[in-house]
């Protein structure tokens, strides 16, 4: 099972269940949004863990996504838009032992938020991010995001847009990521298990939730989770496993010169132990990125924990720092410090 | 050590600068003069006069960098207006200062730095030395260069070195001229050169020479002294105010039992306090230094969120960017001390001068009606009981509070009677008890409105706060029109209660009478000092200088009622004076404004006060 032994936040011999974590307040998402199950797996992961449930911190921006916090009993802070991860990063760092959870959305962290989204990545922050990626401004009723795809008509590009969306998982393994995954929404189980990878990584966890948003851009992320398509557009890795996808699991990745290419098993001379096994833990981000990258028509998208590499976070290196400062200094108070240096008596 | 008697001429106060070369070490210069005027007891202030370039072209106007202080035998308040001893190693910092020195200044040149093409970078056509420039000065032209190299010229020092002693020559000249000893610095040279003894005898021997070499020629028939001021008892050190906020704020922090968290961003001039807080890991401070100023104050909003003395340090540009999480923290009712080191705007202004002109920004420069409280600092050292006052009302009364202080007090250093934490007030934040079966996120404490602080970790409170309008008292999102009517009273009239803890407004002087000036921050020095003069002229003038901005004290209507005139001195067009006719509508109101990125100088206030007393 899970094994959560060697982490900073505080545990509880208490089992907790999912009403320990449901808030009296009504679900406002609009019926058939694709929120709704994001919010049931993290009920279901919430008891699980093994935390006190005093511990868990919900961290939002603004955004229908945003909302999260409201839905969940927590404590928690519904902030202001795109500034989630820097309010989180604040809470973590004030108090490590606590786990901070951060929902937001597409535009919330990659557009207004896009500053604190890459740096509390660099920095490492262990703090777990849902990161509901519509490709739309729900919220606002419709407006292209900076993951909606090129050429798609929205509110405001009637004639399509004209610019180049944003692939999570790049910008992600730009900012040194150490903690990626990307699952569907209509997929509970693969939400949960991402979830629970996530909360056992140290560091910042980033999961990509292909959320739909039924009103404003319906079925957006068919073409690939679509139940119609999936075997043949989902590659869902495992880590120590090889990546194999399609109905009878007879395709899969292979590394030729420095690309990946998708191979079928039993032609071509190629069996299964030709196919590339995943590495999630591997610290050099190559594959993972290339793995990140990947999408129809040509390959598969790639589902499942891509990357969760061990690096210092930020919260135990300032921890440390602090340590050896109270151990080594001779200023132990603030009468210490305004004694200290150059002082004399009149 | 003096072998000749030489008469004494007593001054209460004397203002020395010292000006030279980025190279030339005014700085250090500076400040060794200074400490040697502190240990004997003299009150003091100092500036340091940075040029805006990291390395300006040497020997150029841009390139001057210079110290000014002002040492006496009573209080002093002010760097001083115009300098009685100036010390100036080229003639870039002579063009640049000699408009600063008083007629018949003693002015101390190193005549080797005047060589033709310094002069000429400097914008001089013909040398200072040379022409009537210097004429109603008491000047001391010393070839200074070359006297530092001969005095080293025993000890085999290679002639840079040699010539970057030179300040120390400087340092000697001008020890003679006050009667100083010179034990304190060679003390000085001992500890700051432990691992470099050759050093020391260099500084030492430097030092020793520029004094012998003043006996000789009788630099000044002289000695200029400055007699120990009277001052409280106690222990003192010197400090600037970015240092003192640094050390308000860790105080607080100490006292409330809260942890510090800085979450900051670099801007000059408030970029020292960040640097001093980052050395106090050992007091528990937790510093972030974010990646944008949104960034910092929003992780301070986290770490108050979390229980934490909460704290973001910036100048104006960055209080712009601040403003829509300053508005979080109001509407989350959460503390949060947002330090504002003002400096010359609007955009990017003049960083490294001095304005009050973001008044305005931190009273009302937010959307919605989002009250603060607001303080301000007026010197340097009282930097750290506001910035201690700032985090006190805002963790018991549950209200962000922006604490302004400006460059010229952050840069600015004065003599610092160093307190006890035992005497500092007590800091009670209102903690929310565990498992209280009757917490509530927005309950208040009937005295101060202020709500309980609950934070994560607590067994028994969980709760979500956020940027909606919440319903009173529960704290569940709510868009009910009353209960926004409520909840904006609410947040407005906690700030107000914020007077019945905050000290009444003194007047200086009497309580009636002909002119009733007002300012506020950082303007005390200038202010106090020409009120003073015409109180001592027997004029009919009080002075009320204001901390406590937002809210008001409760006697503030009572203050201005007494005089037939009133008159807000202040360094932007005119905002304070515009925020008290709006709550205290009243004719007799004047205003005297200087915009420039310049301390008021005291004869033009004494002018313009002089003035409203002549028209009738
Ligand atoms: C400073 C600021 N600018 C703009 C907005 C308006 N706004 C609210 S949510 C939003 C976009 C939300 O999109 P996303 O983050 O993808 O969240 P979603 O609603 O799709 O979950 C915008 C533009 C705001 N609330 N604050
Ligand atoms: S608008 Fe879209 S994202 Fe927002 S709640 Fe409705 S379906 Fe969900
Ligand atoms: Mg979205």
Same mark, same amino acid.
């Given at each position: 099972?899970?094994?959560?032994?060697?982490?900073?936040?505080?545990?509880? #011999?208490?089992?907790?269940t999912k009403a320990?974590?449901?808030?009296?307040?009504?679900?406002k998402?609009?019926?058939?949004?694709?929120?709704?199950?994001?919010?049931a797996?993290?009920?279901?992961?919430?008891?699980?863990?093994?935390y006190r449930k005093?511990n868990?911190?919900?961290?939002?921006g603004?955004?229908?996504?945003?909302?999260?916090?409201?839905?969940?009993?927590?404590?928690?802070?519904?902030?202001i838009h795109?500034?989630?991860a820097?309010?989180s990063?604040g809470v973590k760092?004030?108090?490590?032992r606590?786990?901070?959870?951060?929902?937001?959305?597409?535009?919330?962290?990659?557009a207004i938020?896009g500053?604190?989204? &890459?740096?509390v990545?660099?920095?490492?922050?262990?703090?777990?991010?849902?990161?509901?990626n519509n490709?739309?401004?729900g919220?606002t009723?419709?407006?292209y995001?900076?993951?909606t795809?090129?050429?798609k008509?929205t509110?405001?590009?009637?004639?399509g847009t004209?610019?180049?969306?944003?692939t999570?998982?790049e @910008?992600?393994?730009g900012?040194?990521?150490?903690f990626?995954?990307?699952?569907?929404d209509?997929?509970?189980?693969?939400?949960?298990d991402?979830?629970?990878?996530?909360?056992?990584?140290d560091g910042?966890?980033?999961?990509?939730?292909m959320?739909?948003c039924?009103?404003f851009?319906d079925?957006?992320?068919?073409d690939?989770?679509g139940?119609e398509?999936?075997d043949?557009?989902m590659l869902?890795?495992? #880590?120590?496993?090889?990546?194999?996808?399609?109905?009878?699991?007879?395709?899969g990745l292979?590394?030729?010169?420095t690309?990946? +290419?998708?191979?079928?098993i039993?032609?071509?001379g190629?069996?299964l132990?030709?196919i590339?096994i995943?590495?999630?833990y591997?610290?050099?981000?190559g &594959?993972?990125?290339m793995?990140?990258?990947?999408a129809?028509? %040509?390959?598969?998208?790639v589902?499942?924990?891509i990357r969760?590499a061990m690096?210092p976070t930020y919260?135990?290196l300032?921890?440390?720092?602090?340590?050896?400062a109270?151990?080594t200094?001779a200023?132990?108070?603030v009468?210490?410090?305004?004694?200290?240096g150059?002082?004399?008596?009149i | 050590?003096?072998k000749k008697?030489?008469?004494?001429?007593e001054?209460?106060?004397?203002?020395?600068?010292?000006?030279?070369?980025?190279g030339?070490?005014?700085q250090l210069?500076?400040?060794?003069?200074?400490?040697?005027?502190?240990l004997v007891g003299?009150?003091?202030a100092t500036?340091?006069?940075f040029p805006?370039?990291?390395?300006a072209?040497q020997?150029?106007v841009?390139?001057?960098?210079?110290? /000014?202080?002002h040492?006496?035998?009573?209080k002093?308040y002010?760097?001083?207006?115009l300098v009685?001893?100036l010390v100036?190693?080229n003639?870039?910092?002579?063009?640049?200062?000699?408009?600063?020195?008083?007629?018949?200044?003693?002015?101390l040149?190193d005549t080797?730095?005047?060589?033709?093409k310094s002069?000429?970078k400097?914008?001089?056509?013909?040398?200072?030395?040379?022409?009537?420039?210097?004429e109603?000065?008491?000047?001391i032209?010393?070839?200074m260069?070359?006297?530092?190299?001969?005095?080293?010229k025993d000890?085999?020092?290679?002639?840079?070195?040699?010539?970057?002693?030179?300040n120390?020559?400087?340092?000697?000249?001008?020890?003679?001229?006050f009667?100083r000893?010179?034990?304190?610095?060679?003390?000085?040279f001992?500890?700051?050169?432990k691992?470099?003894p050759e050093?020391?005898e260099?500084?030492?021997v430097v030092?020793?020479?520029?004094?012998?070499?003043?006996?000789? &020629?009788?630099?000044l028939?002289s000695?200029?002294?400055? *007699?120990p001021?009277?001052?409280?008892k106690g222990?003192y050190?010197n400090?600037t105010g #970015?240092?003192?906020t640094?050390?308000? %704020?860790l105080?607080?922090a100490e006292?409330?039992?809260?942890?510090?968290?800085?979450?900051?961003?670099?801007?000059?001039?408030a970029?020292e306090?960040?640097?001093? @807080?980052?050395?106090?890991?050992s007091l528990g401070?937790?510093v972030f230094?974010a990646?944008?100023?949104?960034a910092g &104050?929003?992780?301070s909003?986290?770490a108050?969120?979390t229980?934490?003395?909460? =704290?973001?340090?910036?100048?104006?540009? $960055?209080?712009?960017l601040?403003? +829509?999480?300053i $508005?979080?923290?109001v509407i989350?009712?959460l503390?949060?001390?947002?330090?504002?080191v003002?400096?010359?705007?609007?955009?990017t202004?003049?960083?490294?001068?001095?304005? /009050?002109?973001?008044?305005?920004?931190?009273?009302f420069?937010r959307?919605?009606?989002?009250?603060?409280?607001?303080?301000?600092?007026?010197?340097?050292?009282?930097c750290f009981?506001?910035?201690?006052?700032a985090?006190?009302?805002?963790?018991?009364?549950?209200?962000?509070?922006?604490?302004?202080?400006?460059?010229?007090?952050?840069f600015g250093?004065?003599?610092?009677r160093?307190?006890?934490?035992k005497?500092m007030?007590?800091?009670?934040?209102?903690?929310?008890?565990a498992?209280d079966?009757?917490y509530?996120?927005?309950?208040?404490?009937?005295?101060?409105?202020?709500?309980?602080w609950a934070?994560?970790?607590?067994?028994?409170?969980?709760?979500?706060i956020? $940027?909606?309008?919440? +319903?009173?008292?529960i704290g569940?999102?709510?868009?009910?029109?009353?209960?926004?009517?409520?909840m904006?009273?609410?947040?407005a009239?906690?700030?107000?209660?914020?007077?019945?803890?905050?000290?009444e /407004?003194?007047?200086?002087?009497?309580?009636?009478?002909?002119? %009733?000036v007002? *300012?506020?921050?950082g303007?005390y020095? *200038?202010?106090?000092?020409?009120?003073?003069?015409?109180?001592n002229?027997?004029k009919?003038?009080?002075?009320a200088?204001f901390?406590?901005?937002?809210?008001?004290?409760k #006697?503030t209507?009572?203050?201005l /009622?007494?005089?037939?005139?009133?008159?807000v =001195?202040?360094?932007?067009? $005119?905002?304070?004076?515009?925020y008290?006719?709006m709550?205290?509508p009243?004719p007799?109101?004047?205003?005297?404004?200087k915009?420039?990125?310049?301390?008021?100088m005291?004869n033009?206030?004494?002018?313009?006060?002089n003035q409203?007393?002549?028209?009738?």
């Amino acid at each position: 099972m899970q094994d959560f032994a060697n982490m900073t936040v505080e545990r509880s #011999n208490v089992q907790l269940t999912k009403a320990d974590f449901e808030s009296d307040q009504m679900v406002k998402w609009c019926p058939g949004c694709g929120a709704h199950a994001i919010l049931a797996a993290v009920e279901r992961v919430f008891p699980k863990i093994g935390y006190r449930k005093e511990n868990f911190c919900m961290i939002s921006g603004i955004g229908c996504s945003s909302r999260f916090p409201y839905y969940v009993n927590t404590y928690g802070i519904h902030g202001i838009h795109g500034r989630a991860a820097a309010i989180s990063t604040g809470v973590k760092l004030a108090n490590p032992r606590l786990s901070v959870w951060m929902a937001t959305g597409d535009g919330d962290s990659l557009a207004i938020g896009g500053n604190h989204f &890459i740096h509390v990545i660099r920095r490492n922050v262990d703090i777990n991010i849902l990161l509901f990626n519509n490709q739309i401004y729900g919220l606002t009723k419709g407006q292209y995001s900076p993951t909606t795809p090129m050429g798609k008509v929205t509110k405001t590009s009637p004639q399509g847009t004209i610019e180049h969306p944003f692939t999570v998982g790049e @910008l992600v393994m730009g900012a040194q990521g150490t903690f990626f995954a990307r699952v569907p929404d209509n997929n509970i189980g693969m939400m949960t298990d991402a979830m629970f990878e996530a909360a056992k990584h140290d560091g910042t966890s980033i999961m990509e939730i292909m959320q739909n948003c039924i009103i404003f851009a319906d079925k957006a992320h068919n073409d690939v989770i679509g139940k119609e398509v999936k075997d043949d557009t989902m590659l869902v890795v495992k #880590n120590g496993q090889p990546m194999v996808f399609g109905k009878n699991s007879d395709k899969g990745l292979i590394l030729r010169d420095t690309r990946l +290419e998708v191979a079928e098993i039993g032609k071509n001379g190629i069996t299964l132990d030709d196919i590339l096994i995943h590495d999630a833990y591997n610290q050099d981000p190559g &594959i993972h990125l290339m793995l990140a990258k990947l999408a129809p028509p %040509l390959f598969p998208m790639v589902f499942g924990v891509i990357r969760a590499a061990m690096f210092p976070t930020y919260d135990d290196l300032l921890e440390e720092q602090l340590k050896y400062a109270k151990e080594t200094s001779a200023i132990k108070n603030v009468d210490d410090l305004l004694n200290s240096g150059d002082t004399w008596e009149i | 050590m003096t072998k000749k008697k030489r008469p004494v001429i007593e001054r209460e106060s004397v203002v020395v600068k010292f000006v030279g070369d980025s190279g030339d070490g005014m700085q250090l210069t500076g400040g060794m003069f200074s400490d040697v005027a502190a240990l004997v007891g003299n009150d003091l202030a100092t500036f340091p006069d940075f040029p805006a370039e990291i390395r300006a072209p040497q020997n150029t106007v841009a390139g001057v960098s210079g110290f /000014q202080m002002h040492m006496g035998s009573s209080k002093i308040y002010t760097t001083g207006d115009l300098v009685d001893v100036l010390v100036a190693m080229n003639p870039a910092s002579l063009k640049a200062n000699l408009k600063w020195a008083k007629k018949g200044a003693t002015i101390l040149l190193d005549t080797d730095a005047f060589d033709e093409k310094s002069v000429e970078k400097a914008g001089y056509k013909v040398s200072p030395l040379d022409d009537d420039t210097l004429e109603t000065y008491h000047a001391i032209k010393s070839p200074m260069t070359m006297l530092t190299k001969e005095s080293l010229k025993d000890m085999g020092v290679d002639n840079k070195t040699a010539e970057r002693s030179k300040n120390m020559f400087a340092l000697g000249i001008l020890f003679y001229i006050f009667n100083r000893d010179l034990k304190p610095s060679f003390k000085y040279f001992e500890t700051k050169f432990k691992k470099k003894p050759e050093l020391v005898e260099i500084n030492k021997v430097v030092l020793q020479q520029g004094y012998n070499y003043a006996e000789t &020629i009788e630099a000044l028939e002289s000695v200029i002294q400055v *007699s120990p001021a009277h001052m409280e008892k106690g222990r003192y050190r010197n400090i600037t105010g #970015n240092v003192a906020t640094a050390w308000g %704020l860790l105080a607080a922090a100490e006292k409330s039992g809260r942890p510090l968290f800085l979450g900051s961003y670099p801007i000059t001039p408030a970029t020292e306090i960040l640097m001093e @807080l980052s050395k106090h890991k050992s007091l528990g401070a937790k510093v972030f230094q974010a990646e944008d100023e949104i960034a910092g &104050i929003c992780s301070s909003i986290g770490a108050s969120f979390t229980g934490s003395l909460a =704290c973001t340090t910036t100048s104006g540009p $960055g209080l712009s960017l601040k403003s +829509e999480a300053i $508005g979080l923290a109001v509407i989350t009712e959460l503390p949060l001390v947002i330090v504002n080191v003002q400096r010359g705007g609007p955009s990017t202004g003049l960083p490294t001068k001095s304005e /009050q002109s973001d008044l305005y920004q931190a009273l009302f420069g937010r959307n919605g009606e989002c009250p603060v409280i607001v303080v301000a600092a007026s010197t340097a050292e009282n930097c750290f009981y506001f910035a201690y006052m700032a985090a006190k009302l805002s963790l018991e009364h549950m209200t962000p509070t922006i604490l302004l202080t400006d460059g010229y007090l952050g840069f600015g250093s004065t003599l610092f009677r160093i307190p006890k934490m035992k005497d500092m007030p007590a800091i009670n934040p209102p903690m929310a008890e565990a498992n209280d079966p009757d917490y509530k996120p927005y309950r208040r404490n009937p005295e101060t409105l202020a709500r309980q602080w609950a934070i994560p970790g607590t067994e028994g409170l969980r709760h979500r706060i956020g $940027g909606l309008e919440k +319903e009173n008292i529960i704290g569940t999102v709510s868009t009910d029109p009353m209960n926004h009517q409520i909840m904006t009273d609410l947040r407005a009239a906690k700030v107000e209660k914020v007077a019945d803890f905050i000290p009444e /407004q003194e007047i200086e002087g009497a309580p009636e009478g002909d002119l %009733l000036v007002i *300012s506020w921050g950082g303007t005390y020095g *200038s202010v106090h000092s020409a009120v003073k003069q015409m109180q001592n002229e027997g004029k009919s003038v009080s002075l009320a200088h204001f901390n406590y901005i937002m809210p008001l004290p409760k #006697n503030t209507g009572k203050v201005l /009622q007494g005089f037939k005139k009133i008159v807000v =001195c202040e360094l932007n067009s $005119g905002q304070f004076v515009n925020y008290l006719k709006m709550k205290f509508p009243m004719p007799n109101f004047h205003q005297f404004n200087k915009v420039q990125g310049l301390p008021f100088m005291i004869n033009e206030l004494t002018d313009r006060f002089n003035q409203l007393l002549e028209e009738k």
